[in-house]
């Protein structure tokens, strides 16, 4: 039976608000590796695009997959097309013209690059686009927002949710609002990818982690599923287990039996 862990990032692997180097901690890393050299499978399941992840991992953790912006943009180590969905244009620009205009801060991900609306501090590539026009060709693979409260990302992801429901679906991530593709979601994408890896290895089990609302979908979808005390309690309820650090879990998972 191959093991297969998806691994939420922000707060579950990468802690931004940290120091260096304790944003990535290096018992985590080293652990990924002992996962990996003893045959089984490590990889990403997050609502950041592939750009957004690899300025920070690159020389320290070489996952097996990615599962992006919310499950629709899905590749393997070598960064090849897995599964690929992208949001309507059209409702795209709608939201663009929604909330850019308000000051909100506005992410697109087109076919896995960065696409911001002025300048940032950020270690990788992006580009500065105008509206949906202007970005680069290809599937718009996600729609992020920044708030600026818990209580104004729940308020909007539910307005979206209202609004575009029909083509999209709004995911909130602490302050972040994630808008990918109808029928994306962090679940599906581990679906995906439980299908994709049963073709290769036979059967899988599968374990997910994460610490936040919009890793529900991962959470449910695993066949075991880790979070932390600093989770929201609707998380902790829904986990087969709660554990102190992801170290924890990729131990748990290297020594389950099932």
Same mark, same amino acid.
């Given at each position: 039976?191959?093991?297969?862990?998806?691994?939420?990032?922000?707060?579950?692997?990468?802690?931004?608000?940290?120091?260096?180097?304790?944003?990535?901690?290096?018992?985590?890393?080293?652990?990924?590796?002992?996962?990996?050299?003893?045959?089984?499978?490590?990889?990403?399941?997050?609502?950041?695009?592939?750009?957004?992840?690899?300025?920070? @991992?690159?020389? +320290?953790? &070489?996952? /097996?997959?990615?599962?992006?912006?919310?499950?629709?943009?899905? *590749? $393997?180590? #070598?960064f090849q097309p897995i599964y690929k969905?992208?949001?309507d244009p059209a409702v795209a620009d709608?939201?663009?013209?929604?909330?850019?205009?308000?000051?909100?801060?506005?992410?697109?991900?087109?076919?896995?690059? @960065?696409?911001? +609306?002025? &300048?940032? /501090?950020?270690?990788?590539?992006?580009?500065?686009?105008?509206? *949906? $026009?202007? #970005?680069?060709?290809?599937?718009?693979?996600?729609?992020?927002?920044?708030?600026?409260?818990?209580?104004?990302?729940?308020?909007?992801?539910?307005?979206?949710?209202?609004?575009?429901?029909?083509?999209?679906?709004?995911?909130?991530?602490?302050? &972040?609002? /994630?808008?990918?593709?109808?029928?994306?979601?962090?679940?599906?994408?581990?679906?995906?990818?439980?299908?994709?890896?049963?073709?290769?290895?036979?059967?899988?089990?599968?374990?997910g982690i994460g610490d936040s609302i919009?890793?529900?979908?991962?959470?449910?979808?695993?066949?075991?599923?880790?979070?932390?005390?600093?989770?929201? &309690?609707?998380?902790?309820?829904?986990?087969?287990?709660?554990?102190?650090?992801?170290?924890?879990?990729?131990?748990?998972?290297?020594?389950?039996?099932?």
């Open positions: 039976m191959k093991k297969v862990f998806a691994s939420d990032f922000d707060g579950t692997l990468y802690f931004y608000k940290a120091p260096d180097p304790d944003k990535l901690p290096a018992a985590s890393v080293a652990k990924i590796k002992e996962y990996q050299e003893a045959g089984n499978l490590f990889g990403l399941c997050t609502g950041r695009q592939v750009g957004g992840l690899t300025p920070f @991992i690159t020389g +320290f953790v &070489e996952p /097996d997959f990615f599962i992006t912006s919310s499950g629709s943009n899905i *590749v $393997d180590h #070598a969905r992208g949001v709608a939201l663009v013209k929604e909330f850019n205009p308000k000051g909100y801060r506005m992410t697109l991900d087109v076919e896995g690059d @960065i696409c911001v +609306f002025a &300048e940032m /501090d950020y270690p990788g590539k992006y580009y500065i686009i105008t509206g *949906v $026009d202007d #970005a680069p060709e290809g599937l718009i693979h996600e729609v992020s927002i920044h708030t600026e409260s818990l209580e104004e990302a729940a308020a909007m992801s539910a307005w979206i949710n209202e609004q575009f429901g029909d083509k999209v679906e709004a995911f909130q991530n602490v302050v &972040e609002i /994630d808008i990918a593709p109808l029928g994306c979601s962090k679940g599906k994408g581990v679906g995906v990818l439980r299908d994709y890896y049963r073709e290769k290895y036979g059967d899988i089990r599968l374990y919009n890793d529900l979908p991962l959470i449910d979808a695993a066949d075991v599923s880790y979070t932390f005390p600093y989770a929201p &309690e609707e998380v902790q309820a829904r986990v087969t287990k709660v554990v102190p650090t992801i170290v924890d879990a990729l131990e748990d998972s290297m020594e389950d039996e099932a």
